[in-house]
């Protein structure tokens, strides 16, 4: 926890919602029902949640930080970075039954990758370029409610996403012969339940929950 923020979907002390600093992960913090710790880290959202000024979706997620007093400081696309987990979606919004639960976030752009759980099937969303909102989707199978393995891993330009033993690669520094934008870009993890849904779509009441048992990054080239 020494190098992950939380942000969780109430009203913080500023305009934003409520945000954990790594020191106060680390001593315990807990707050019922959005985040729980013990064998498992357990995230809820509910689709009333407040959200970030980026986003009209709210989330219980960890933000990666390699200062742990600090945003700024971020990976590029040239090393090797990875993100493994293991967890499982265990309740979601009905009528918008999106939830994301591992990420690689540019840190001036929109987000490199995000692995979506879609009623009960997985798939990854690429960005092609920051700068565009065509995406490309990999498929991984379905895994309804039960707990599933995924690593994403960045290898000097290439994306690497294995879920339950299934990978697909991606380069993603060119594609089609063409720079993509994203070589100068920095980047970080992020991981929770970041529902796709809210009170324009699913009633008051609903949320997303979702339990990891293993969480992990590996970042050699810090």
């Known amino acids: 926890m020494d190098h992950w923020k939380l942000t969780v979907p109430i009203k913080g002390q500023g305009k934003g919602p409520l945000e954990i600093s790594p020191k106060d992960l680390v001593a315990g913090f807990e707050l019922e029902p ?36 600090s945003d700024k400081k971020n990976w590029d696309g040239h090393g090797r970075y990875i993100l493994s987990a293991s967890c499982q979606v265990v309740a979601f919004p009905p009528k918008k039954p999106h939830i994301i639960v591992g990420q690689i976030h540019g840190y001036k752009s929109q987000p490199l990758v995000k692995l979506r759980w879609t009623n009960g099937e997985l798939q990854a969303l690429v960005k092609d370029k920051p700068s565009s909102n065509k995406e490309t989707k990999y498929f991984f199978g379905r895994v309804g409610g039960q707990f599933f393995n995924y690593q994403i891993k960045v290898n000097k330009g290439i994306l690497e996403l294995t879920v339950n033993g299934k990978t697909v690669t991606h380069a993603f520094f060119v594609r089609n012969g063409s720079e993509t934008g994203w070589r100068k870009e920095r980047f970080y993890f992020k991981a929770g339940a970041y529902v796709n849904s809210n009170l324009n779509y699913d009633s008051k009441g609903s949320y997303g929950e979702v339990h990891f048992k293993a969480l992990k990054v590996v970042n050699p080239d810090y």
């Open 34 to 69: 959005y985040f729980l710790r013990g064998t498992e880290l357990v995230f809820r959202c509910p689709v009333e949640g407040y959200t970030t000024s980026a986003s009209s979706y709210p989330r219980s997620e960890l933000r990666e930080r390699v200062d742990p007093k």
